[in-house]
């Protein structure tokens, strides 16, 4: 255990790092182009690599050195901060470098990711799963809390330059600590047959399984069509609160980290009570209660109203992800859950890419022009929205977070109106 604390560590530094970063980064985006498209291409260019890099990267995972994979995915990603800030320096930093950037250390971040998870098994003793777990809830939540917070602080004292600064001593920080202790690597036993086909096979059954379980497909669905208006919201939320308070660093980084405090809190409550018996009232009901929260935030055009909204709002993604995935679990077999799991985490990855791309254009082109003073939409909503700066992004946004909680209202009703019709009867006691 005490290799995987020190690890632990290790990466924790390292991601506050990067988080930091990517805030700073697209502050500085924001600054210099006030186009949602150009911020929206940041998280585009990191979405795309990691669609093409899911079909491989777990076999990768599994041939290659562990610890290798994550030294050299640390390495990559502290060479790409001292190449953004060497350009960054010559004042010669452009919008297409970031992307290149962005591209690169997604792919090598998934497989750092991949490796990382399933080292754990090779450090922590059985007894001690549950306490790894719940430390690396930790890992993932308190990095978006603490990041944000320092960020937004430091940005308009040390710019972009200064974090990028504290970036690579954290990579150093990571590689050090990786560089003194050892991961042991599994030994490699015969692939069983469903190992031996190819990753278009392996998707394929994937997609027939599902077929047959109209239940898991209808999950799926529901899901899909929840995480495409949220990422399309997402990619809103970042300029919608730049352009409300002239690119006020500060409420950024506190705005991003209620939603870390939140996460924080809600999976601690989770893990000591559990999840809910109803598991799909949870989860259509964690999905009308991000809607809600997210259609005051929109509305709002001040701090004290964001920060409580985005808090109440992130509340409810560790219900939705431990009803969700409980449900899941119980109703594939395990035998084939790997091939199953993986289409369900394709479609995620896919539903996402199109949210982001679609939001930016939406944006610049259709809702901020109408949403002018002498826009055409502004003489019926510009009594709630405003006109002017952030007024269509606001717009856009409410319409995504409304579209959030009809998903969550169209499931919950459909859901209890055909799941017997259908014979859905398996999931019926959720």
């Known amino acids: 255990m005490r290799t995987f604390v020190i690890i632990w560590l290790g990466q924790l530094v390292s991601t506050v790092g990067s988080q930091m970063t990517g805030f700073a980064v697209g502050i500085w985006v924001w600054e210099r182009t006030g186009s949602v498209t150009a911020l929206a291409g940041l998280g585009l260019a990191s979405q795309l690599p990691r669609i093409a890099l899911s079909l491989y990267a777990g076999v990768l995972a599994d041939r290659y050195s562990r610890q290798g994979l994550i030294i050299l995915s640390d390495c990559v990603a502290a060479a790409s901060t001292v190449a953004l800030g060497a350009l960054f320096w010559a004042q010669a930093l452009q919008l297409w470098h970031l992307y290149l950037v962005w591209a690169l250390n997604s792919g090598f971040s998934l497989l750092q990711n991949l ?76 692939s069983p047959p469903a190992g031996s086909e190819s990753v278009w096979q392996r998707f394929g059954f994937g997609f027939r399984y599902l077929r047959g379980h109209g239940g898991l497909a209808a999950l799926l669905a529901a899901t899909s069509l929840f995480w495409l208006a949220h990422d399309l919201g997402g990619a809103l ?11 006020d660093a500060t409420v950024l980084g506190w705005v991003y980290s209620a939603a870390g405090v939140a996460g924080v809190l809600s999976a601690a409550i989770i893990s000591t009570r559990g999840a809910p018996q109803r598991k799909l009232n949870g989860l259509f009901g964690g999905m009308m209660g991000t809607g809600v929260c997210k259609t005051v935030f929109g ?82 909503l510009g009594d709630f929205f405003g006109t002017g700066e952030g007024a269509g992004i606001a ?35 959720y």
């Open 115 to 190: 490796s990382y998870s399933a080292s754990v098994a090779m450090l922590v003793p059985q007894a001690q799963y549950a306490r790894a777990a719940s430390m690396n809830s930790v890992f993932h939540y308190g990095s978006a809390t603490v990041a944000p917070a320092i960020a937004g602080v430091l940005y308009p004292l040390v710019g972009l330059a200064g974090i990028l600064a504290i970036d690579w001593v954290s990579f150093g920080v990571a590689i050090a600590t990786l560089a003194t202790q050892r991961i042991p690597q599994p030994e490699r036993t015969d």
């Open 237 to 247: 939320l970042r300029p919608l609160v730049l352009a409300r308070t002239d690119s």
């Open 299 to 380: 509305l709002a055009q001040t701090p004290l109203v964001w920060i409580p909204a985005q808090f109440g709002s992130s509340l409810n993604f560790p219900l939705m992800r431990s009803t969700n995935d409980t449900i899941w679990l119980n109703e594939v077999d395990l035998a084939v859950q790997g091939r199953v799991f993986s289409v369900r985490s394709l479609s995620r990855q896919v539903v996402g890419a199109l949210g982001l791309g679609i939001a930016g254009p939406l944006a610049d082109y259709a809702f901020k022009p109408a949403m002018q003073a002498d826009g055409w939409l502004a003489p019926l």
């Open 395 to 429: 717009l856009l946004y409410v319409l995504s977070s409304l579209c959030l909680l009809l998903v969550g209202i169209g499931s919950q009703l459909a859901w209890r109106q055909w799941h017997a019709v259908r014979g859905w009867d398996a999931l019926g006691k």
